[in-house]
């Protein structure tokens, strides 16, 4: 099975985004999320699931960065427009009686 993540690092690159190390209280903070973020994952994938971690990062950009990037960002947001309609169009693989 396919690991899917948010953004990856070369997209997030592309957008305008840079990986920065979490400071102590934001690492505190996301421990104490934890709960909450384990719900909402589990909710998502449709079973019980429990975040790593070790494997989240942080990334920081700017305005400025967001507008340098503007056009990459409105390609993105097209084509998951695009995969989203795809979606809602699609027919259900069980229809209710």
Same mark, same amino acid.
């Given at each position: 099975?396919?690991?899917? *993540?948010?953004?990856?690092?070369?997209?997030?690159?592309? %957008?305008?985004?840079?990986?920065?190390? $979490?400071?102590?209280?934001?690492?505190?903070?996301?421990?104490? !999320?934890?709960?909450?973020? $384990?719900?909402?994952?589990?909710? *998502?994938?449709?079973?019980?699931?429990?975040?790593? %971690? !070790?494997?989240?990062?942080?990334?920081?950009?700017?305005?400025?960065?967001?507008?340098?990037?503007?056009?990459?960002?409105? =390609?993105? %947001? !097209?084509?998951?427009?695009?995969?989203?309609? =795809?979606?809602?169009? $699609? +027919?259900?693989?069980?229809? +209710?009686?």
């Amino acid at each position: 099975m396919q690991r899917r *993540i948010f953004f990856n690092a070369k997209r997030a690159k592309k %957008l305008g985004f840079k990986e920065v190390e $979490a400071n102590d209280l934001e690492v505190f903070n996301l421990y104490l !999320s934890y709960f909450s973020l $384990a719900i909402r994952l589990s909710m *998502i994938k449709g079973k019980s699931k429990y975040p790593k %971690l !070790s494997e989240i990062k942080k990334i920081h950009t700017t305005a400025g960065e967001l507008l340098n990037n503007k056009d990459a960002i409105e =390609r993105m %947001l !097209s084509h998951i427009e695009i995969r989203l309609n =795809r979606l809602n169009d $699609a +027919k259900p693989l069980c229809q +209710k009686s």
